[in-house]
Every structure is written in C-alpha cells, then in structure tokens.
C-alpha cells in the first residue's frame, strides 16, 4: 500500500489556472451531429510515438474517474517502444485539462472518440480504458465496432460496480463543500482537503482523488480539475449503464481484460456473462487491486504489448 501510494503521489500535475467549462468548436469544417447525439467535445491529449513506424492503427487510452492523461503517461512511453503503433492518452471530458461539459456518461464519451478519430482521419483505432474510461470503451466498440481494431478493458466490469451510488456522492459531496482560504499554501489546503476526504472514503482513492487540486497562481483559490458538480449529477446515470449497453450488439472484434485479484471491480462470476457481449474476449488476471497498471507495470505491459501485437 506504501509503495502504491508513493506511485500515485509522483504522478505529476499542473498547478497550472483551469479552463472553464467549454463549449466545442470545430476545426474546419464543421460536422453536423443528430441533436439525439450528445455534442463532441475537442479532448486534450499526449501523443507518444516510437522509433519504428508506425504501421499499426493508434492505440487511444481513456482514464478512470477522478484521473487524468497523466494516468497512463509511463504505460504509454514504454508501450510504444514494444509496438508499431502511436499512443494518445486522452483526458476524458469534464476531467484533466479536457472541456468541461454539462453532461458526462458513455455516450457522450462515446462521441467525444469518434469526433477524435475523425479530426485526425484514422478509420479505426484500438481502444484501452481502465475503470469508467474502460466502461466507456465498452459503449464504444459496441456501438461503433467499424472504429474499433481491437479492445483492452483494464479493471472494470460491464455488469456492475462495487461502489453504491450513495458511497461516491459521499465523496463528491467533501470535494464539493470542502472550504480553502486562497491565503492557504498548496500543502496546508491538501493536508486540510485529504482529511476531510478521509472520512468518507479510504486512503488510496483519496491520494489519487487529491491530483486534482489546483491552486490558482493568480488568485490563490482553490479548484478540482474535474468537474466534480457534474460528476456528481450524473452518478444515478453510472447504474443504468448495464440497461444501455444491453441496447446494442455484442462486439465481435479481439477484447482482453486485465483485472486484479484482489479488485472488485470485477468478479469471476460475471465472466460467462460478459463473453457473450465479447464473444471474442479473454482475461487475464494479476494480483494487483483497481490499479493494475500501477501496481504490476511490466506485467501489465507485457499483456498489452502482445495483444497490440497479434495479427488477429
């Protein structure tokens, strides 16, 4: 747990100012979308690339709740060293330096990748996501599988989640009350942050929930990088992922799941139920918790690499 904390509190962060919430704006030309479609956002990202070519097609990576392109910056620098593909680690909307917006669920996610592939003319991609960013894939490749090559779901389960809805808006509520002097320094304000976080969560999701404090340097106020209001707002919508996700086809393309054992965010149960919407799934499983990825990097990145690899 030590060990796992230290990883997550060397992750590094911006004190740079926020970007208020944005509205989207095409480059060029721009798309008309359905009104029953969600709005595109334009999503901030890191691009990696390798010395080889890049005969493959890009692998996009979505983060978890409360995370950030950041998440997978050491994941994606070694990945593209193992394979002939380019790496964009995306900040999901309403998170990272990403356009907040006034929805945020799957769908809109969803569209926030396509509009993504189709300003930078890739005609697929493979598709990495961990925790709600791996749910978000999920919808994804099921209701675009013509943009999807393959699927890597890291941690998450498309059945159910382990935390209750009352749990998470515990947690939302503390960030969003939590009261800081702009006169405070950036240690006084986290010190003061991750003790009221405490009393409604336990320690490892508040070290990685405290990456999103900012500290305007102009006016010394203090923020959360995500969009914790929003967030909040659409925690009821998180429950009837299950409903959505049963509304369209299995998806048919190479799927792999990568999960701890000691997570549980996926259960060993599900998993019959879960290869007949991936019919063409495997699992593999690490003795890691939620954070697979951090816990057991070159175990993690040997799955991946190989999966990316396959000609399948």
């Known amino acids: ?3 796992l904390t230290r990883s997550l ?6 004190a740079e100012k926020l970007r208020p919430p944005a509205t989207w704006t095409a480059l060029g030309v721009r798309r008309e979308y359905s009104s029953e479609l ?3 956002v334009e999503l901030k990202f890191d691009a990696y690339s390798g010395e080889s070519a890049e005969t493959r097609p890009p692998l996009l990576t979505y983060h978890g709740l409360f995370g950030s392109k950041q998440n997978w910056r050491g994941i994606s620098k070694a990945l593209v060293r193992k394979v002939s593909r380019k790496v964009y680690a995306i900040d999901v909307r309403n998170h990272g330096e990403s356009p907040h917006s006034s929805v945020h669920n799957s769908r809109a996610m969803s569209e926030d990748l ?3 592939l189709e300003q ?3 005609p ?3 598709c990495m996501g961990h925790s709600m960013g791996g749910r978000s894939m999920m919808y994804f490749a099921r209701k675009y ?3 999807v090559e393959r699927l890597i779901v890291v941690d998450i389960s498309p059945i159910s989640v382990p935390r209750s809805t009352g749990e998470m808006t515990e947690i939302f509520d503390a960030m969003l009350t939590l009261d800081l002097s702009p006169t405070m320094s950036m240690s006084e304000g986290r010190k003061i942050a991750r003790e009221k976080l405490l009393r409604a969560t336990e320690d490892e999701t508040v070290d990685f929930i405290m990456l999103n404090l900012r500290k305007d340097p102009d006016t010394g106020a203090f923020t959360w990088a995500c969009n914790a209001q929003v967030l909040r707002d659409f925690l009821t919508r998180f429950d009837k992922y299950q409903t959505h996700l049963e509304e369209l086809p299995p998806y048919t393309g190479p799927t792999t799941f990568i999960c701890g054992t000691r997570s549980p965010y996926m259960r060993r149960e599900q998993w019959p139920q879960i290869q007949k ?4 799934s495997e699992i593999h499983w690490l003795e890691a918790g939620h954070l697979v990825h951090f816990e057991k990097p070159q175990e993690f990145l040997t799955i991946v690499s190989e999966f990316l690899n396959r000609s399948d």
């Open 1 to 3: 747990m030590q060990r």
């Open 9 to 14: 509190r060397s992750l590094p962060f911006s």
């Open 277 to 280: 919407m991936f019919p063409n």
């Open 120 to 122: 930078r003319k890739h």
């Open 145 to 147: 599988p013509e943009l």
């Open 38 to 40: 969600p709005e595109p």
């Open 114 to 116: 396509r509009w993504f």
């Open 124 to 126: 697929h991609a493979a």
